[in-house]
């Protein structure tokens, strides 16, 4: 596989229940990124880790707990969100020290809390 | 006031016309710019970097404004395939804070 990949592509979740997202990026870059985008709004930034460690934490709510076991990996786990929190959930990667880089996502995970 | 900002649109523009839309940003100490494409329900997908001196690819030309912090796409012969919203990206910091407009909406119609 190339790229970056997530899954579960789609999730329905109750408010009281625990999911994780998973992304993987074959791409060899050491930065990951989790973004939210709900309808009519810009993408919001949620957290970056940068060679496994966290350098970004945009006053996300403790519901959502990040994970990422190594460069390659990135989790997004949920416990008791709120309808509010309904919207596409996307990962991205990139190389940091290379002039211009960019980002790359994946196809993202669309979540439904009912 | 938000650190990146675009014309939410819609652009609506006959097939073969062209369009061009800017993006403002606010922070002067940006370091690098993107234009980004995405269609319904997808993903972000990078259409081009933008350079200082103003680059090309294609139908598409993208111009970096550092005094007036703006940066602007242009797309000649619109295609049908160009519908779709373009996000303007900056980036400003070495370790990567990519920022995101609100993104523009383009409609090409026959």
């Known amino acids: 596989e190339t790229g970056v990949t997530q899954t579960p592509r789609h999730l329905v979740m109750g408010m009281t229940n625990k999911k994780s997202l998973k992304c993987e990026q074959h791409l060899g870059h050491n930065a990951m990124y989790w973004y939210k985008q709900s309808a009519k709004k810009p993408l919001e930034l949620m957290f970056v880790y940068s060679l496994e460690e966290r350098v970004e934490n945009n006053s996300v709510p403790s519901r959502f707990s990040p994970e990422c076991p190594n460069s390659s990996h990135l989790f997004l786990h949920l416990h008791t969100l709120q309808p509010e929190d309904s919207a596409l959930y996307l990962c991205?990667?990139?190389?940091?020290?290379?002039?211009?880089?960019?980002?790359?996502f994946g196809q993202g995970t669309r979540l439904t809390v009912v | 006031r938000k650190e990146v900002e675009q014309d939410p649109g819609p652009f609506n523009v006959p097939e073969g016309a062209t369009v061009a839309f800017n993006c403002t940003y606010s922070?002067?100490?940006?370091?690098?710019f993107f234009w980004y494409r995405q269609d319904c329900r997808k993903e972000p997908k990078l259409l081009m970097s933008?350079?200082?001196s103003g680059n090309e690819d294609g139908r598409f030309t993208a111009q970096l404004n550092r005094a007036s912090q703006y940066i602007s796409l242009l797309i000649r012969d619109s295609k049908l395939s160009d519908s779709a919203t373009y996000l303007c990206v900056v980036n400003r910091n070495s370790w990567g804070k990519f920022q995101f407009g609100a993104g523009t909406q383009v409609v090409v119609t026959p």
């Open positions: 933008v350079y200082s």
């Open positions: 991205a990667s990139s190389h940091l020290g290379q002039a211009d880089t960019e980002a790359f």
């Open positions: 922070n002067s100490a940006s370091q690098s």
